[in-house]
Each structure stands twice: as structure tokens, then as C-alpha cells.
């Protein structure tokens, strides 16, 4: 494994811990989207199939399994515990995500990489994953005042994109036959849909001003 | 194996 592999992951997984904090321990998920959350909750229960089928590490499963967990209870806290659900912005929070999913589907089963079940549902979750930000970044846009922990989680989101381009870059030149056109393009896509927030965020933190989304 | 076979990233 290379640095900026295990860069990516630990990002990703700070992501995830910025999340439950701002969940367990403020108790408010103001900002942050259920339907993004709901959205990766799917791409990772389609993509970890296979952890039934094939042992790669215990590494591997055991991230896995800190990905699924903590996507689902997310979305359990955010729909369901008493308190926690009462600070979700319902009313701003309306991206119609179950759209996303019939392309991405349709998508999947044109073009994959072996036409089976777990393949389809392999590249479903890439390409889900891909616009699973959209309403996230939908939400952060119209809420304007964006708390820091909500700023941060996008942040470490789209750094564990970033680091996993700069990872396939590096895998690409040093293995043999390290070849997956459909990681890498539904990837790049994906990070570049943070290129925009990113430049706002940097913007404010270059000024020292609250981030700011412009309407 | 073949290079799609192995997938170790998350």
C-alpha cells in the first residue's frame, strides 16, 4: 500500500469520525444532507458485497466494515434519534437523490467489467458514489452559514478524493497491470465536483472569514 | 490474476 492510498483511507475515515462527533457529541446534524448520507450508505452496501467472496486483508475488511457501519447508523441517527433528527434541515434538503440511482444503474449494466451481479453492483456504487455529493453540496450552497465541523467533513471528503487520483497515478506507474478505467473516471469526476467547494473553502480560510457559499 | 480481478482499494 502507498502513502497517498493510506492518506486517502485515513482521511476518508477522519471524515467519518468528524461526522459521528458532530452527531454524538453536539447531538445536531444541522447541515449535513440525508439524502448524501443515504446515497453512501448504498454505494457501500453494493460495493462490499465481495466481502463475503474474497479475503484481500484484515486491513481491508476491517475498513470495510468501519465504512458500512458508520454510513448506515448515520442515517439511522439522522432519521430516527429523538433529538438528533430534529436539528436535520428537512425543508432545504429536498435534491431529488432516488433520480441519481436509475442512470447510475442503467450505466452499470452497459458498462462493467464482468456482466455479473457482483460486478454490476461493483461499478453501480462507483458511479453512485461519484454524485452521491450533490446533495451535500446543494444543501451547504442554500444553508450559506456553514458551521466548521459541516466545512471540515467536505473538506476531508474531497481530500480522500484527491489522494486516491494522486494513488491510482502512483499504483499506475509502479504495477503491472494496474489498469481500472472505471475507477479512475468515475473518480476524477467525483473529485472534480469538489473543486468548486474547495475553492470557496480555501477562500475564506486565506481571508480568515466564515465560509460562505455564493447563492 | 488478472488486473480487474483484485479489488483491494475502498
Known amino acids: 500500500m502507498n502513502i497517498f492510498r493510506l492518506a486517502g483511507d485515513m482521511t476518508h475515515l477522519f471524515s467519518v469520525l468528524v461526522l459521528l462527533l458532530k452527531i454524538h457529541t453536539i447531538k445536531s446534524c444541522a447541515g449535513i444532507s440525508l439524502k448524501t448520507q443515504e446515497l453512501y450508505a448504498i454505494v457501500f452496501t453494493t460495493r462490499y458485497l465481495d466481502l463475503f467472496t474474497t479475503y484481500i486483508s484484515l486491513y481491508n475488511t476491517i475498513m470495510k466494515l468501519i465504512f458500512l457501519g458508520s454510513s448506515i447508523s448515520i442515517v439511522w441517527y439522522m432519521r430516527h434519534h429523538k433529538v438528533v433528527r430534529r436539528s436535520y434541515d428537512k425543508d432545504q434538503d429536498t435534491f431529488r437523490h432516488y433520480l441519481l440511482m436509475l442512470p447510475c444503474l442503467l450505466l452499470a449494466l452497459l458498462i462493467n467489467e464482468k456482466f455479473t451481479f457482483l460486478e454490476v453492483m461493483w461499478a453501480f456504487s462507483l458511479y453512485l458514489e461519484a454524485v452521491a455529493i450533490l446533495p451535500q453540496l446543494v444543501l451547504l450552497q442554500r444553508t450559506r452559514n456553514i458551521d466548521n465541523l459541516t466545512g471540515q467533513y467536505v473538506l476531508l471528503l474531497g481530500a480522500y478524493r484527491a489522494l486516491y487520483v494522486l494513488n491510482w497515478i502512483y499504483r499506475y506507474f509502479t504495477e503491472e497491470n494496474y489498469v481500472h478505467w472505471i475507477t479512475w473516471v468515475s473518480g476524477i469526476v467525483q473529485t472534480l465536483l469538489y473543486a468548486d467547494f474547495f475553492y470557496y473553502y480555501f477562500q475564506s480560510w486565506k481571508n480568515n472569514v466564515k465560509l460562505q457559499l455564493p447563492a | ?10
Open chain 2, 1 to 10: 490474476a488478472e488486473s480487474s480481478d483484485l479489488k483491494d482499494e475502498l
